[in-house]
């Protein structure tokens, strides 16, 4: 891969016999605004739907989450290969990011040189990933939610809702979104984003929002140790969930009550048990991969919740129910 601003040299052939390494080259670096110019929502859906696929037979990597010097500051390392690449993608949460007027979210994405092993290109993919998590959310809503599905409930009002919002409409013909927050204030906000971004789009109460809603995203970064976004009471036969924040060990979205209704897919069975929302589902809940339902099962009408987990090449977090009622 090349890009405009960027140097690279061809990678040589080791010499034959001679027993010498290939002669260093030069790092590559892609920055953050050339990796968002080239990428879209369909490259994305397309790339989420090769490394579903690719989880039915593939090798899946562990992902580590830890933390910087400040706790606050977190940091995951997601491995990944095909084929042709090998590399690990580091995600960041810099909470302090919005007083500089940055997402609080950035991954950095480091390819080997396939030849030699070391480090040949650092990429800056920042949006890319953004419409990397939306993909696949629109890919498990593609997969599972009802045809005609037309209201879509959004919680969380940060850097990755209206990422959502674009992906799900490219596959459901959305035409309402309902904008669910913990600030009022923020909520509006982002429903303005929204509705200027071509999307009927207002705020409204978790209540009224799981009411409605045919799809729910829920993209936060809530814990296990708050309340869940919303009652699993309010959830209506038929409804999609896909839940996006809960990446890493004591994350929660969901009401556990969910469960009990709901059959339950991800992206990873063993890696959603440790750090997607299934972490908190009955021992007995069974995990239904979701490449699984992209390789091999039919389409049909379900309720369904997608949460966070890990895939390959890449590893992410996804886990999906449907529900049904109690």
Known sequence: MTAAGSTTDPIPAPSSGSGRPPAARRLLHITEEQTAALVD??????AARAAFAATVDGTVFPS???????????F??????????????IGTYWPGNTEHGLPRHHSTLLLFDQTIGRIAAVLEVGTA??????AAD????????RTGTTTLAVFGTGHQAAYE?????????????????RSAERAERMAAVLAAQGHTARSVGAEE?????????????????????????????????????????????????????ARVFC????????????????????LIPLGEVLTNAPRGARTTATSRSSTAPESACRTCIWAWPS
């Open 267 to 286: 992206d990873l069975p063993e890696q959603a048990r440790r750090m997607g929302e299934s972490q908190h589902a009955p021992a007995e809940t069974v």
């Open 41 to 46: 929502e369909d490259l994305a859906l397309e």
């Open 64 to 74: 580590l989450a830890v933390h910087g010097s400040d706790p606050r500051n977190q």
């Open 209 to 261: 929002a799981c009411a409605r809603a045919d799809v729910i995203v829920t993209a936060t970064t809530a814990r296990a140790d708050t309340p869940p976004l919303f009652e699993a009471a309010w959830v209506r036969p038929g409804t999609h969930v896909s839940c996006m924040g809960a990446d890493a060990p004591g994350k929660r979205e969901l009401p556990p009550e969910l469960f009990a209704r």
């Open 76 to 89: 995951t390392l997601k491995p990944s290969a095909s084929a042709t690449h090998a590399g690990m993608k």
């Open 129 to 134: 990933n953004a419409y990397r998590t939306a």
């Open 138 to 145: 629109a890919l498990a809503v593609d997969l599972l939610a």
């Open 165 to 181: 919002v674009a992906a799900v409409s490219r596959v459901q013909p959305i035409d309402e979104v309902l904008v669910v927050g």
